[in-house]
């Protein structure tokens, strides 16, 4: 039932603060009302201990406008996607270049690094996007094909989405289906080492469907400290998330 205490405010509804759109959760955990910048999503979420105080949150959200905007505007910009721009390939750079004909990605070769061609008009980013979809996925997949076989797992079925919550996700087998791993294509803009921690990350919970001291055991097993890898994630996932956005 969507109305709470009367307020007609529920979990997941939207308001705004100043123009600035922001969005109400409700979480018994909580000890107060809070404000909080998802910098994935690229939002303001404002928390309440109770259906009951989402009209306090949403008080609390419209006396802090200001914080919200400086907030908003610290993140990173959006980058679009143009013929002659260089993007990062899992680590390695990538040319962007305009093409007659298909749109086409060419392996680094030679010295030259790899490279994007297609056509200069107004489906270039969308094109270009949808090449780095597909090498992400092949990427990801013999990366999983590695750490499955490590932990004598048959492959699982792998997809790409773009997820905005998190990197990457696991459906253990089950009586009824096989296993699945779901992971983020922007983790083709990450260094090898941190999609390769993701892959590890996923495939380890083939077996651990959870974050207890065994499933980081299995993590650590396959990758070592994996540490640096989760805080870059934490620093830089804005800013892979802008990416493409401009």
């Known amino acids: 039932m969507k109305l709470f205490g009367g307020s007609g405010l529920a979990h997941g509804d939207r308001i705004e603060a100043d123009g600035y759109p922001v969005r109400l959760s409700v979480n018994a955990r909580a000890r107060r009302v809070s404000l909080r910048i998802d910098r994935i999503r690229r939002e303001v979420v404002a928390t309440a201990p109770s259906a009951r105080r989402l009209p306090e949150a949403v008080a609390f959200a419209r006396e802090k406008a200001d914080w919200i905007a400086g907030q908003l505007a610290d993140l990173p910009a959006g980058e679009t996607l143009v013929p002659g721009m260089t993007i990062s390939l899992f680590g390695?750079?990538?040319?962007?270049?305009?093409?007659?004909?298909?749109?086409?990605?060419?392996?680094?070769?030679?010295?030259?690094?790899?490279?994007?061609?297609a056509p200069e008009d107004a489906a270039f980013a969308d094109r270009v996007l949808r090449l780095i979809?597909?090498?992400?996925?092949?990427?990801?997949?013999?990366?999983?094909?590695?750490?499955?076989?490590?932990l004598e797992r048959p492959m699982p079925k792998v997809a790409v989405t773009d997820a905005r919550g998190r990197w990457g996700s696991c459906r253990p087998a089950s009586p009824r289906a096989g296993a699945s791993i779901r992971y983020s294509w922007r983790l083709a803009l990450a260094p090898a080492d941190v999609a390769d921690y993701v892959a590890a990350h996923e495939c380890a919970h083939l077996i651990e469907a959870n974050h207890g001291p065994r499933f980081w055991a299995l993590v650590h097993g396959l990758v070592g400290d994996h540490a640096p890898h989760r805080e870059w994630l934490r620093r830089e996932g804005a800013r892979l998330h802008a990416f493409g956005r401009g």
């Not at 298909?102 to 392996?107: D, E, G, N, S």
């Not at 979809?133 to 490590?150: F, S």
Request: net charge positive; glycine share 10%.
């Open 92 to 117: 390695a750079p990538c040319a962007l270049i305009a093409g007659p004909g298909r749109a086409r990605f060419t392996p680094a070769s030679e010295g030259a690094p790899a490279r994007i061609s």
């Open 133 to 150: 979809k597909l090498e992400a996925r092949r990427w990801l997949t013999d990366r999983t094909l590695v750490y499955a076989g490590r």
